[in-house]
C-alpha cells in the first residue's frame, strides 16, 4: 500500500494505492474508491470491527477493502478538520495510537487493543489506547495541526491525552491525573496526563477533539 496526501495541513486527505489483491483497512467509511474495490461491513469484519472510540464515546467501526485484478485506491479523511500523518511501520518497533486518531492501515499492519504492555497502564482494562505491530503503513488523524516531538535520552514532557495521537512503543510512560479532583475516565482518556521519558516520538495534535465535540454539541443545542 502507498499512501498519497492532499489538502494538508487544514483538512488532509489520504488516498491508500493498492496493489492487485492488496487489503487496507481504516477506521471510517471511505470518501471514494476506484471502480472495483470491495468494501467489507463492519457485521462482516468480525471480532476486529469494533476497537476504536469516538471522542464522544461509541465504538468506531473497522472496515476493510480490497483491490481488484487492476489495483485500485481508497480516499479516507479524519471526522475533524486536521492534518494526516503517515508511519511506515518496520516491523521491529510498534506505535501506540489514540483510538480516535487511527485513520487506516496496510493489511500488514496488526492493530491490538489488549496488548500486554498496556496492563501497567490501563490494569488489563480496556483504555483509549491502541497497539499497532507489524510492516507497512499506518496513518494517524490529527485534529487541527501535526505536531511532532523528538525526545533525547533523559529528556522528559507530559501531554494531556486529549492532544495525544501516538508514540513509538520504546518510550517509558507514566499516565496519572491531570488535576485533583477532575473526573478522570481511563475509557477515554478525560482528565488524564502522559508523561513520555526519552529517547523516542511522540506525536500530538494542536486541538483536543473531545473539547471540540463538546464545543460542537453546546452550540448545536444554543441555536
Given amino acids: 500500500m502507498q499512501v498519497r496526501t492532499r ?5 488532509g486527505v489520504a488516498r491508500l494505492v493498492l496493489a492487485a489483491g492488496e487489503v487496507a483497512r481504516t477506521g471510517s467509511e471511505a470518501m ?20 476504536g472510540i469516538k471522542p464522544g464515546g461509541g465504538s468506531v467501526q473497522e472496515r476493510s477493502y480490497t483491490a481488484g485484478p487492476q489495483g485500485g485506491w ?6 475533524f478538520p486536521g492534518d494526516v500523518h503517515t508511519v511506515e ?29 498496556f496492563r501497567e497502564i490501563f490494569g488489563g482494562q480496556p483504555g483509549f489506547l491502541a497497539h499497532a505491530g507489524g510492516q507497512g503503513q499506518l496513518v494517524l488523524a490529527c485534529c487541527g495541526a501535526l505536531d511532532v516531538h523528538e525526545l533525547q535520552p533523559g529528556e522528559i514532557v507530559s501531554m494531556d491525552t ?3 495521537v501516538a508514540y513509538v512503543d520504546t518510550l517509558q510512560c507514566r499516565l496519572r491525573q491531570s488535576e485533583q479532583g477532575r473526573a478522570q475516565s481511563m475509557r477515554t482518556g478525560d482528565g ?21 465535540t463538546s464545543w460542537s454539541q453546546h452550540s448545536g443545542n444554543g441555536r
Wanted: glycine share 14%.
Fill in 32 to 51: 471514494a474508491t476506484s471502480y472495483g474495490v470491495a468494501g467489507t461491513s463492519p457485521a462482516r469484519a468480525g471480532k476486529r470491527g469494533s476497537w
Fill in 192 to 212: 488524564l496526563v502522559v508523561d513520555f521519558a526519552g529517547p523516542g516520538r511522540v506525536v500530538a495534535q494542536s486541538r483536543n477533539p473531545r473539547r471540540m
Fill in 89 to 117: 511501520m518496520d516491523g521491529r518497533r510498534g506505535w501506540c495510537v489514540a483510538r480516535d486518531s487511527w485513520l487506516a492501515a496496510a493489511g500488514t499492519v496488526r492493530l491490538d487493543a489488549g496488548w500486554n504492555g
Fill in 74 to 79: 481508497v480516499d479516507v479523511a479524519p471526522s
Fill in 7 to 11: 489538502h494538508s495541513p487544514s483538512f
Fill in 162 to 164: 486529549g492532544h495525544l
